[in-house]
């Protein structure tokens, strides 16, 4: 079974510069989430998606950060414009949707470094 | 939404079984106890998950207490590849999803 496919793996730019991140979760996975990791932090949910709809995004910075998932398969989460806070690594994960004894399984993520 | 509390760090030899406790007090009762670890530069993996009976897989074993108000995670037989952060969390089904709340963890080495 693939696992969660990321990239870019690693993104460099200037801050006020937008940027965009890609994730395909696995095959049946109906449920789709966005990390941020800030270093020595556990991970921090910034949205779900059950199908192609958001079931969760009380943490999303909505005037900066935006997400989408149209087909309810691969989903893209932009940030425009960047701030030196973003610095982090934005993970994905996909689960089985309603299904909470099954675990998120995780890509690698994306990492992002603002200067 | 239940949170959970685990020690920031902990030693472990190799060969030695690692126990690392966590506290989730106010655990509701449809609520799930889940391990993940996150290896430096890769995302969390899963380990095991239990609602209140004690779970054993390939990886590890999870011992839950009978009031369901703390967990450990045992790896039997720890090596240096064991070294990572590992995140004990609660998830919960909010009506038609899931809620999950990542602590800081705890960093796990294993000594030689």
């Known amino acids: 079974e693939a696992g969660v496919a990321q990239s870019p793996r690693y993104k460099i730019i200037e801050k006020r510069q937008s940027v965009a991140f890609w994730c395909n979760p696995i095959s049946g996975h109906a449920t789709l989430y966005w990390y941020q990791q800030i270093l020595g932090q556990g991970p921090k949910l910034l949205i779900q998606f059950q199908n192609n709809g958001v079931v969760d995004d009380s943490q999303l910075p909505k005037d900066r950060f935006s997400a989408e998932r149209l087909k309810g398969v691969d989903s893209t989460l932009k940030i425009q414009p960047a701030k030196l806070e973003d610095s982090a690594v934005y993970l994905c994960a996909s689960s089985l949707a309603g299904r909470i004894n099954q675990p998120q399984h995780f890509g690698d993520g994306t990492r992002l470094s603002i200067l | 939404d239940a949170k959970t509390t685990q020690p920031p760090s902990m030693d472990c030899a190799e060969g030695r079984a690692a126990n690392l406790p966590c506290n989730h007090s106010t655990i509701s009762g449809n609520e799930y106890v889940y391990w993940y670890r996150q290896i430096h530069s890769q995302g969390p993996q899963y380990i095991i998950h239990?609602?209140?009976n004690n779970e054993t897989n390939e990886m590890a074993s999870l011992i839950i207490t009978e009031d369901r108000k703390s967990s450990t995670l045992i790896l039997p037989h720890a090596t240096l590849r064991d070294t990572a952060v590992y995140y004990c969390i609660v998830r919960v089904m909010k009506t038609s999803y899931d809620k999950v709340i990542f602590g800081p963890g705890t960093s796990l080495s294993v000594i030689p």
């Open positions: 239990g609602l209140k």
